[in-house]
């Protein structure tokens, strides 16, 4: 029996320990062929699952945004892109989340400016880089849900709309610098992924970066999506299972692969709190909770259980 063990960060502990500890619970019950893929939803653990990818898209300068974004401007994201081209790299990956250091991508695109004289000229540049924003989230830079929104809770509704309406009309002057139809750039600002980074993503889809969730990027990328017709069964570890993992999570993004090979998906999660139905839309034909908290430890000893279910 072959068995595919895909896991994304959770806390602390890392996507590798996660997927080692599987492999470990499972071992101790049944003597089969497993793999392990190290997966990320885009804003922790990019680094790790690139590194250890070996599927499309896995050879890239990879940029984790988090931990750039620790005053107020969106700039340190953006020096970090230029660095990565300017070493030679042909696909840069900027792992993104929502960010309280959101200044709507101004930062990011006055370093773009300095570093290629305006944001047309680095749109040109940029044409034969393949820029890519992996996200965890697919909030919208401007929007009654957007970024500024979402703020609101932090910094007040009022300073929430104030520097709404700032990064509004930064995002038009943005659409007509780089001379995009009037219709489009609102649309833009409004489009899913362009909120995150503190808006730097927004920036950098308005230069010709494309986006996609961390979930779907690093199943592909990883070689796990490619893996699923040669498997037996899929072991999938996500934190929690609910309404946002049955659309946005590892379990969601291998689905229609697994689907279409129809090979059954197995979730361990800390948590669950889907329905057999909702869960069976998506091919997943088991759902397992550890005792307390998910960890190493404890979703091994979960998985020892797991393996005498599926291995009888």
């Known amino acids: 029996m072959r068995v595919l063990v895909g896991a994304t960060a959770v806390r602390d502990f890392t996507a590798g320990e996660l997927t080692g500890a ?27 699952s690139l590194a250890a990818a070996k599927g499309p898209g896995s050879a890239a300068a990879v940029v984790e945004t988090g931990h750039l974004l620790t005053g107020s401007t969106t700039a340190p994201v ?5 660095s990565a081209v300017d070493a030679g790299a042909d696909r840069v990956v900027l792992g993104m989340a929502a960010s309280r250091a959101h ?23 940029l044409a034969a880089v393949d820029v890519v924003v992996v996200g965890n989230d697919r909030l919208p830079l401007l929007g009654l849900h957007g970024a500024g929104a979402r703020l609101a809770d932090e910094i007040g509704p009022d300073e929430a709309q104030r520097r709404d309406r700032e990064v509004a009309a930064f995002a038009s002057a943005v659409g007509a610098e780089l001379e ?23 920036v950098a889809l308005a230069l010709g970066a494309r986006a996609t969730s961390g979930a779907e990027y690093t199943v592909t990328a990883s070689g796990m999506a490619a893996a699923v017709p040669r498997a037996d069964l899929c072991l999938v570890v996500v934190e929690e299972m609910d309404a ?23 979730v361990l999660s800390g948590e669950d709190h889907t329905s057999r139905h909702q869960r069976a839309a998506l091919g997943i ?28």
């Open 103 to 125: 200044d709507g991508g101004q930062g990011f695109a006055e370093v773009i400016r300095e570093r290629f004289g305006s944001l047309a000229a680095a749109r040109e540049a």
């Open 22 to 48: 599987v492999i470990t619970g499972w071992r101790a019950a049944a003597a089969d062929e497993l793999e392990a893929f190290a997966l990320s939803d885009g804003a922790t653990g990019l680094g790790e």
């Open 285 to 312: 034909v088991g759902s397992y909770t550890t005792v307390g908290p998910l960890d190493p430890d404890a979703l091994a000893v979960r998985v020892l259980r797991v393996a005498r279910t599926w291995t009888r």
């Open 244 to 266: 946002v993992a049955l659309e946005e999570s590892a379990a969601a993004a291998l689905a229609p692969a697994a689907l279409e090979a129809g090979c059954p998906v197995v």
């Open 180 to 202: 995009l139809p009037r219709r489009p750039a609102p649309r833009l600002a409004t489009a899913a992924f362009t909120g995150l980074g503190g808006g730097s993503a927004f």
């Open 78 to 82: 953006a020096r970090a892109l230029v």
